[in-house]
């Protein structure tokens, strides 16, 4: 068996053995959502067949494995932050979820006219628009660090734009639109240097790099399950333990109380301070168990998909009219094209006529599809599932789609 042995691995995940149209499926929308091993599949099915209870609540057998195995996942997401402990870790929705949580619970509580949020261009929706919508409620102020013509963050414009009114800076740590990966540990430090709480949106990371929170340094890290190959509706906020725990709630219900009483209540700590209600169980266990699938992994596949990158950009670099979008020096392996005479969606179609799914349009970024003058890419995303050989396919098929479109 060879280091990253990539037969055994495509093996571990069911769905790439189905066709599309009549042609083996290209997967290749992996920024979108990630496809899922038998592990977390079997877990979620393991769990609804042998374990499901209400976890923290019982003292009978059940509750008590299904609490144990909750716990566990916990543990295995600190692990795969590279956290010491777990109690920072809140199991949330994914990462909007987990951003809008902070810009309510601490933005609302530590936010005031004159204040500023610093974000940068090349933001999703999701890390935008909760700064924004916090902002017009206390009077603070959205500002937003330029991007260079490569899609790398414009660390002078960052560093100018840090002042003493910058209470929180935050940004993605890789680009889902263009793949850039941000120079995360020093804005870090420039940002806390001046001051600032640091929130770093891991959505695209934590699927293609080993992450590490206390070497970032970062004050809170979200990332959602089902791009880092658990499922829809699980994620992670990851916040200072004694940030958190200054924080206000914003949901109330059970679990997340010490002490209920009509004269008043009283609240935990987190991560329960906001896990409100009966949470996401077979979620959060089936993300355990695909964290613990990738991380034994993670050097191997990220070498992988470098590869990945660098055939796919030389093969789509050499097809005529086709422009890509971002070309920072370090990328996931992720790359946004146009090609002339060409709309995006167009394109799209006719990679899917050929099995190939990739992703078009803004990619909720908006913003970014302004600064190039865009309304939208094609957008091709590889995991380290993908082949050389779909790097072929892709370049095969694009070719002949331009062929289509002049
Ligand atoms: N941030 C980034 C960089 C993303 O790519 C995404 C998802 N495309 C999100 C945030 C939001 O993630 P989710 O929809 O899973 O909450």
Same mark, same amino acid.
């Given at each position: 068996?060879?280091?990253?042995?990539?037969?055994?691995?495509?093996? #571990?995940?069911?769905?790439?053995?189905?066709?599309?149209?009549?042609?083996?499926?290209?997967?290749?929308?992996?920024?979108?959502?990630? %496809?899922?091993?038998?592990?977390?599949?079997?877990?979620?099915?393991?769990?609804?067949?042998?374990?499901?209870?209400?976890?923290?609540?019982?003292?009978?057998?059940?509750?008590?494995?299904? *609490?144990?195995?909750?716990?566990?996942?916990?543990?295995?997401?600190?692990?795969?932050?590279?956290?010491?402990?777990?109690?920072?870790?809140?199991?949330?929705?994914?990462?909007?979820?987990?951003?809008?949580?902070?810009?309510?619970?601490?933005? @609302?509580?530590?936010?005031?006219?004159?204040?500023?949020?610093?974000?940068?261009? !090349?933001?999703?929706?999701?890390? +935008?628009?909760?700064? %924004?919508?916090?902002?017009?409620?206390?009077?603070?102020?959205?500002?937003? *660090?330029?991007?260079?013509?490569?899609?790398?963050?414009?660390?002078?414009?960052?560093?100018?734009?840090?002042?003493? @009114?910058?209470?929180?800076?935050?940004?993605?740590?890789?680009?889902?639109?263009?793949?850039?990966?941000?120079?995360?540990?020093?804005?870090?430090?420039?940002?806390?240097?001046?001051?600032? /709480?640091?929130? +770093?949106?891991?959505?695209?990371?934590?699927?293609?790099?080993?992450?590490?929170?206390?070497?970032?340094?970062? #004050?809170?890290?979200? $990332?959602?399950?089902?791009?880092?190959?658990?499922?829809?509706?699980?994620? =992670?906020?990851?916040? @200072?333990?004694?940030?958190?725990?200054?924080?206000?709630?914003?949901?109330?219900?059970? #679990?997340?109380?010490?002490?209920?009483?009509?004269?008043?209540?009283?609240?935990?700590?987190?991560?329960?301070?906001?896990?409100?209600?009966?949470?996401?169980?077979?979620?959060?266990?089936?993300?355990?168990?695909?964290?613990?699938? =990738?991380?034994?992994?993670?050097?191997?596949?990220?070498?992988?998909?470098?590869?990945?990158?660098?055939?796919?950009?030389?093969? /789509?670099?050499?097809?005529?009219? !086709?422009?890509?979008?971002?070309?920072?020096?370090?990328?996931?392996?992720?790359?946004? $094209?146009?090609?002339?005479?060409?709309?995006?969606?167009?394109?799209?179609?006719? /990679?899917?006529?050929?099995?190939?799914?990739?992703?078009?349009?803004?990619?909720?970024?908006?913003?970014?599809?302004?600064?190039?003058?865009?309304?939208?890419?094609?957008?091709?995303?590889?995991?380290?599932?993908? *082949?050389?050989?779909?790097?072929?396919?892709?370049? #095969?098929?694009?070719?002949?789609?331009?062929?289509?479109?002049?």
């Amino acid at each position: 068996m060879s280091a990253f042995d990539i037969t055994g691995i495509r093996q #571990d995940f069911p769905i790439l053995g189905r066709s599309v149209r009549g042609r083996p499926l290209t997967y290749l929308d992996n920024a979108a959502t990630s %496809q899922k091993p038998s592990v977390v599949i079997k877990a979620l099915e393991r769990y609804y067949s042998e374990q499901n209870a209400n976890v923290h609540r019982g003292v009978h057998l059940l509750s008590e494995e299904a *609490t144990t195995a909750y716990e566990a996942a916990r543990a295995s997401v600190a692990k795969f932050l590279g956290l010491k402990e777990a109690r920072g870790c809140i199991f949330v929705r994914g990462a909007t979820e987990g951003i809008n949580l902070v810009a309510e619970c601490w933005g @609302r509580a530590n936010l005031k006219a004159g204040d500023e949020i610093l974000l940068t261009q !090349l933001e999703h929706h999701a890390n +935008i628009v909760p700064w %924004q919508v916090i902002a017009e409620r206390t009077g603070a102020k959205v500002i937003v *660090t330029p991007v260079t013509p490569r899609g790398e963050v414009d660390l002078v414009a960052f560093k100018g734009l840090l002042s003493a @009114r910058t209470k929180l800076v935050a940004f993605a740590h890789v680009s889902n639109a263009l793949g850039t990966v941000n120079p995360a540990a020093e804005m870090t430090r420039l940002a806390q240097a001046a001051g600032a /709480l640091v929130l +770093i949106d891991g959505c695209q990371s934590a699927a293609h790099f080993k992450v590490d929170v206390p070497a970032l340094g970062c #004050d809170f890290y979200a $990332f959602s399950g089902h791009k880092t190959f658990g499922p829809t509706g699980i994620g =992670v906020l990851w916040g @200072r333990p004694e940030l958190l725990d200054a924080m206000p709630p914003y949901q109330f219900g059970g #679990d997340m109380i010490r002490k209920v009483d009509f004269a008043g209540t009283t609240f935990r700590e987190a991560p329960e301070r906001f896990e409100a209600g009966t949470p996401d169980i077979s979620g959060a266990i089936a993300l355990g168990v695909a964290l613990e699938y =990738v991380m034994p992994i993670q050097t191997a596949a990220h070498a992988h998909e470098q590869r990945l990158l660098a055939a796919a950009t030389e093969r /789509l670099k050499a097809i005529k009219g !086709l422009t890509i979008v971002g070309e920072a020096t370090e990328k996931v392996a992720v790359i946004s $094209f146009n090609i002339v005479g060409g709309h995006p969606h167009d394109i799209g179609t006719l /990679l899917d006529a050929d099995g190939i799914a990739i992703r078009t349009g803004h990619h909720c970024c908006m913003p970014l599809m302004k600064h190039y003058g865009l309304s939208g890419t094609a957008r091709a995303s590889f995991a380290f599932y993908n *082949t050389l050989e779909e790097v072929d396919r892709l370049a #095969d098929s694009l070719e002949k789609a331009r062929k289509m479109m002049a």
